[in-house]
């Protein structure tokens, strides 16, 4: 169990007031940023130790397991530094069932874990983990979704939803995204606008389906890593996370043949057990949470590069606000949105440029096809924005990392005629050579 960063040290950052122009002029407060810097007014020792944490390897003692992707956090975010994208391409599967997703949930769905402990000894115990069968028996539908990278998101997990209402209707109808409320089973205890069982804009995932960093943290842990947790939110326990994931079954703490799900039987790493049930009312999350938390949410944004007038960087930028290819309409960076507030600690004031929306957009046979289980089959065709912000710092493309070309994957635009996204990627197709190459320079000043 890692000591837990004080509440007080989360909540002493300075505020940063800073002024910058159109981001579309290439101006942003990201250019003195080295990759994996933390934000500035951080503390450099409590951004240290939580980045200790976060790169730390797990193991079985440690309630690893019965079944995982990963052992650490950065061993799937470390493309360019710790933090960035991965090389991993997580699986994921399902079915159709009378015309609504069926994420096949009794059996282990739609994440699939990849390892499992195997064998392993409890009190005298030979327990086996088994591990999740590859197909999943019954799925028709299998899907890739690569890691990705962390860099900025404590900046936009920190903007109030009414800022992804007013991108969207900002958008031209054909192509206006869709804001997904999601419900917060985690809430930020540092936000008291944030409760358990509330809603809030979802802004984190592939299908942007997670609503803050201390909820993605914990969701990792668990499914990634199979580390159950629980949390104090303002004196009340939250078990959201503190439930194993057994190999190809329904989430369950049973004991099977006298055998616990891990090397440690029950919550592998408890708050509530620490606090008296969070007696006093403590407000906090897990140990671990909390620092995979603060790392992420302190990540700087990813720097950019210095753009010449009249280069082709600069002749690509004039292509990409066109409305000819329309990808500024979806790839955003409106300065008066994208300005971080001060709600989970992190500085506030500062501009920043995602080049993304945030928002789901139907991105037709580009879809992954996943979906969550009872939602219509065009669900599963929508997509969160990718934001583009330190694209040249990964090599894999796509929401499955099918290829390692820029212009590949915005070919794959051109998704059907139901895609929103067609009219962008076959615009893309009809430039000339010389086009696409200023489009793609610019798009590796990014």
Known sequence: MKRALALAALLALPLLG???GDMKDDTSTSESFLLGDALPGTNAADFAEAKDAFNASENAADGLGPIFNERGCGTCHQNGVI???????EQRFGRVVNGLFDGMDSVGGSLRQLFGLGGFNVGGLNCQSGTDANPAPGATIFAGRLTTPLFGLGLVDSLPDSRFDTLAAREPAAIRGTVNRVTTVLPNPLDPAQSTGATRVGRFGWKAGVPNLGQFSADAYLNEMGIT????????????????????????NAVING????????????????????AGGVNELQDDVA???????????PPRLAITAGSAQDRGRTLFNSTTLACSDYHRSDTDIFV??????????????????????????????????????????RMRTAPLWGLRSRNKKLHDGRT???????SAHNAGVNSQATPAGQAFNALSTAQKSDLIAFLNTL
């Not at 933090?83 to 391409?89: D, H, I, T």
């Not at 503190?242 to 079954?249: I, K, P, W, Y």
């Not at 390692?404 to 915005?410: G, S, V």
């Open 18 to 20: 800073t002024a910058c």
């Open 83 to 89: 933090g960035g994208a991965g090389q991993q391409v």
């Open 229 to 252: 947790t629980d949390s104090c939110i303002r004196g009340t326990v939250n078990r959201a996370f503190a439930t194993e994931n057994r190999a190809n079954r329904a989430p369950t």
């Open 259 to 278: 055998c616990p799900d891990d090397q440690v039987p029950g919550t592998d790493d408890s708050l509530a057990a620490e606090t008296n049930n969070c």
């Open 291 to 301: 620092f995979f938390t603060f790392f992420m949410a302190h990540l700087a944004p």
């Open 340 to 381: 971080s507030t001060s709600t989970d600690s992190v500085p506030s004031g500062i501009v920043f440029a995602p080049f993304s929306d945030f928002l789901l957009h139907d991105m037709g046979t580009l879809g992954d096809g996943i979906s969550n289980t009872g939602e219509p089959v065009a669900n599963t065709h």
């Open 404 to 410: 390692t070309d820029i212009a590949t994957a915005i």
